[in-house]
């Protein structure tokens, strides 16, 4: 039960101190070498999955200078990932995947002006369905301003359905939970009606959920981040886990699982990106490590091998 213990809203600091109490460092950390991409940066990478029978990486490709950004898929040749001939390239930003009904689905973030604010962009989390992704048109789009919208399959078929609002009811960004029966159910009133997951962040912080385990009891592990500003405005992000119930509702405090220390020296895309990592994926392994992808600075992409976060709530 002592895993379940939920004490509350704890700060990035506070997370931080107990990560690095923990002395729960990496085994092993390295940068992931892209080819071909004529001088842009990639970033922001999906741990790998299966396309089309080949293991590729989904990537977030664009230039240091720019926020305009398109999604390539890569694979492995002779230790360096390079784009995928046959793969479609769709203009959006920090992908993701997960599988329902067996279908492999992709998510982006797509960008737009925004309607209100002239020279400043809006977003919106929009998925494809791998049929689909020749035509690059999305069967679903979320809602405006909305990053960080997540979709698993549950063990009894169910669709649970997790959400970041902004604004009024989300603060900077707080994360929020639905359930479906089916995908042909996802519409935007029931991811404005998800009810948020109280207790999770201060009001001056935010986070959200990158990727979605099914552990093996049927609870969900969730790989996501926690982020904040200081006080000279610079970010600084954390991949960061906890564990959800989705009959109960009930969910684990968040832990903050490597920072941008453990990971190889590299460039940032500006000075107040520097402390930032970005959860991509999970892969877990059998001998209880699994290795997290993330994207670092906004400007790089390196893989760390770290203890399962999760396995300790399979026992």
């Not at 995908?183 to 999770?200: F, K, N, R, T, Y």
Request: with cysteine; aromatic share 10%; charged share 25%.
């Amino acid at each position: 039960m002592a895993l379940w213990k939920n004490s509350g809203v704890k700060s990035c600091v506070e997370l931080l101190e107990v990560y690095r109490a923990g002395g729960k460092r990496p085994f092993y950390a390295e940068k992931i070498v892209f080819d071909g991409v004529e001088g842009r940066d990639v970033y922001n990478i999906t741990a790998p999955f299966v396309l089309d029978g080949e293991i590729v990486i989904a990537g977030r490709v664009e230039r240091r200078d720019s926020e305009q950004s398109e999604i390539y898929f890569f694979v492995n040749r002779d230790g360096k990932w390079v784009q995928r001939s046959d793969s479609p390239v769709l203009a959006l930003q920090d992908p993701f995947y997960t599988r329902i009904s067996g279908e492999l689905i992709i998510g982006g973030v797509e960008t737009y002006p925004h309607p209100v604010d002239p020279g400043k962009l809006g977003w919106r989390t929009v998925f494809y369905k791998e049929s689909g992704l020749v035509d690059k048109k999305p069967f679903f789009q979320g809602p405006d301003q909305m990053k960080d919208l997540r979709l698993v399959q549950l063990r009894d078929g169910s669709i649970g359905v997790f959400t970041r609002p902004q604004g009024e009811k989300g603060g900077r960004g707080k994360i929020g939970y639905a359930r479906i029966g089916k995908l042909d159910d996802l519409s935007l009133d029931v991811i404005h009606q998800a009810p948020l997951l109280e207790g999770q962040f201060l009001d001056e912080e935010w986070g959200g959920c990158n990727e979605i385990h099914v552990l093996s009891n049927g609870l969900l592990g969730v790989l996501g981040h926690i982020a904040r500003f200081d006080e000279q405005g610079n970010r600084h992000y954390y991949p960061m886990t906890f564990v959800f119930d989705p009959t109960t509702g009930k969910f684990s405090d968040m832990s903050i699982i490597a920072e941008r220390a453990d990971f190889p020296a590299g460039p940032a895309k500006r000075p107040d990106l520097v402390d930032v990592v970005f959860s991509g994926g999970l892969i877990r392994h059998s001998n209880g490590t699994a290795d997290l992808y993330a994207g670092i600075s906004d400007a790089e992409a390196h893989r760390v091998t770290i203890a399962d976060p999760f396995a300790a709530y399979e026992k």
